[in-house]
């Protein structure tokens, strides 16, 4: 007993109340007893960094900042599942296979993702750690609200034009004449396409595909030369080697008239039409001019060429006749006192092509204007202006042209090519810059000729086949504007 209070009066005696027991955060020396049931544990207390010091008492937090999550966790809201799926699963294509594909399947892909708003694959993450920024001005964004509000309709995003790279319709041509002076293929304003194989006139009805063999020739003959007459009629001159030209009337498929064009029986290459005037370039070098309405249809005859007209055709007003011939010339003809034939010598003669002239096209919307294109040994297209007689334009295509079309609604000029590349070549005019190429022909492209809506081209080549190309599609607006045209051309006729 003596012992325990001995060493009770030794500890309050060892007891000194100057010593600091006091314990960070509590205004007293001693810890209440209730702050011993909330610890906490050392790893868990917030601690500063050492070379970090609060400037500003009484604000330990930046103010609008959050508290950082783990930035090794994907944010989802931010991420393409579908886009990512698909870059998981599918390969990407390498480069050599992105170089093969066409430039129009390239283009074509991405119109494509432009217009059904696909992000592109090439810049989509997998995973998306942080969510997008977003970038808008709600002043800039007004600006552009009401700049769109004030444009018209037809201010809109022009769509992009797509070359073909292959044709839409290809017909069977057998017994096509592999021969660089005829002109044995033609488009009618009625939507019907005569082709002579040979011996034989065929018909084809491209509203229906309906094809019906209009006639033969017999004992040893064929066909040269073929012509619809304008305005829609059903009459279809065909020229022979024999020097005959024939009207048919397609519609009861009857023969209408003969006429003997040439004296000495040489063959007609080229036929053109001036209302009721056909004029028939022979193989002698003569251009002769019939009035289909009389019988005795021989009015006048053009003589310059000395050798065959392969070439001939009518300016769109009628009022000039452009011939190219087999002696590397091209005369352009003016009609006679104001008749609908030309006269017996030609206003303009022009000596510049190397070789045979058979490609011969005049502008429809600026009807001074001719393209003429050589042969072989020439490979040049020129753009004449035939009221100065000037040379407006030559370039030189690196092969044969063997056929010259104009179209109105692109401003383009297209032409059909023989030895060595057997192609078809599109020209922005008056640039005559190259907007494309159309491949496909394994011989060459003989003929070219153009559907009623100018939409469609055809192709005829000596692989013997007809190839139908998509080239010129034509908006609606247009569509119905070339409607209303025809129906108040057709109005006035009736009245």
Known sequence: ???????????????????????????????????????????????????????????????????????????????????SYHKLMKETLNDSEVEMQSPGKREYQRVLQENLNVSDPSTTRVLSFNAKVNTSNSYLDSLKILSSASKEPHASKKTVRIIPQSAERILDAPDFIDDYYLNVVDWSAN????????????????????????????????????????????????????????????????????????????????????????SSGCRSGSILHSDVRVANHMVAASNQHTQEVCGLVWSPDGKYLASGGNDNLVCVWSGQGGQCFAGQQPNLVIREHQSAVRAVAWCPWQPAVLATGGGASCRAIKIWNCNSGKQVTSLDTKSQVCSLVWNENYHELVSSHGHPHFEINLWKYPAMKKVGELKGHTGRVLQLCQSPDTSTLLSAGADETLRLWNLFPIEEKKKEAKKKESWNALTMGMR
């Open 191 to 278: 939507n019907h396409l005569a082709v002579a194989l040979d011996s034989t006139v065929y018909i084809w009805n491209a509203n229906n595909g309906a094809i019906t063999p209009l006639f033969e020739c017999t004992g040893g003959e064929y066909i040269s030369s073929l012509r619809w007459i304008p305005g829609g009629g059903e009459h279809l001159a065909v020229g022979l080697n024999s020097g005959q030209v024939q009207l048919w009337d397609v519609a009861q498929a009857k023969r209408s008239r003969v006429m003997a064009v040439t004296a000495d029986s040489s063959r007609v290459a080229s036929l053109a039409w001036n209302q009721y005037i056909l």
């Open 1 to 83: 007993m003596d012992s325990s209070l001995n060493k009770s009066s030794s500890f309050q005696s060892g007891f000194n109340p100057s010593m600091n027991l006091s314990i960070p955060g509590t205004s007293s020396g001693y810890k209440r007893p209730g702050d011993f049931l909330s610890r906490t544990t050392p790893s868990k207390i917030t601690r500063k960094s050492p070379g970090r010091v609060n400037l500003t008492p009484g604000r330990d937090v930046t103010p609008g900042r959050k508290t950082p999550g783990d930035r090794f966790i994907p944010n989802r809201s931010a991420m393409n599942l579908e886009a």
